[in-house]
């Protein structure tokens, strides 16, 4: 039985408007969107905390322009896997889909909808325990999942996933993030200039940023 099933939509809105500060760990987070699919079942932009299905495509289309598919492609943090809709609508071409998250819920929808697609899985994992094998992807994407601050060391837990996810993905990753100060009420923000120069000294990256100056969410490309 869905607790949230009998509540109108709009109490159901208020409700989450107000999110968590932070998670404790990443099973904390999933657990946050296991609850957010269930109170918004159907409304996927709600689920995702996106402001709409273009933003969401907009965010797509600049993360495939700094770093397009190739072959065995990560989504990391995949949601209701919706970048794999997009990459097959644009036609872009890729061996195989692995989407990972640590929602069960997620993954679950996200199976329901894809199970029948050639080529495509989905997986609960939280990538800090259950570390990827290096070099066992190609191109990896890490979009709108890294905006909440995990852990005692928020930034550590930050690096350390971009870590895993960039030695899993024999070309590289992109990731997205919040610039600090562009907007008042995000919860963990960073400065686009230092965090590549902080991918650069500390995985040997080369990197390429997405900021228009405007956007609050930048996004940075890491190749080997
Ligand atoms: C806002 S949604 C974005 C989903 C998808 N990337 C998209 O853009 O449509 C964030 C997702 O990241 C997942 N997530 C957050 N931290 C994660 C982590 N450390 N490992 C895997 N998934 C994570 C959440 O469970 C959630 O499903």
Redesign the pocket.
Same mark, same amino acid.
């Given at each position: 039985m869905n607790p949230f099933r009998l509540l109108p939509k709009r109490l159901k809105r208020r409700m989450f408007r107000y999110t968590p500060a932070g998670?404790p760990d990443?099973a904390a987070?999933?657990a946050?969107?296991?609850a957010r699919h269930t109170a918004f079942s159907g409304d996927?932009t709600m689920?995702?905390?996106?402001s709409s299905v273009q933003a969401?495509r907009r965010?797509?289309e600049r993360a495939i322009s700094l770093l397009p598919p190739r072959g065995r492609v990560l989504?990391?943090?995949?949601?209701?896997?919706?970048?794999l809709s997009f990459l097959d609508a644009e036609g872009l071409p890729y061996e195989s889909y692995h989407g990972?998250?640590?929602?069960e819920r997620?993954v679950q929808e996200a199976c329901r909808r894809f199970g029948d697609h050639k080529g495509a899985s989905f997986e609960v994992?939280? &990538?800090?325990t259950d570390p990827l094998v290096a070099g066992s992807f190609d191109t990896g994407?890490?979009?709108? &999942?890294?905006?909440?601050p995990?852990g005692d060391d928020p930034m550590v837990?930050m690096m350390t996933?971009l870590k895993i996810a960039f030695a899993a993905c024999r070309v590289g990753i992109v990731f997205s993030h919040l610039v600090t100060g562009r907007k008042e009420g995000l919860k963990f923000t960073s400065v686009p200039e230092e965090m590549a120069a902080h991918c650069e000294a500390e995985f040997g990256a080369q990197t390429q940023i997405d900021d228009d100056g405007i956007d609050f969410t930048y996004l940075i490309a890491l190749r080997h």
């Open positions: 998670f990443p987070c999933g946050f969107y296991d996927d689920i995702l905390e996106y969401q965010l797509f989504d990391l943090g995949c949601g209701l896997g919706d970048l990972i998250d640590v929602s997620m994992l939280d &990538v800090l994407y890490i979009l709108s &999942v890294l905006g909440y995990i837990t996933i």
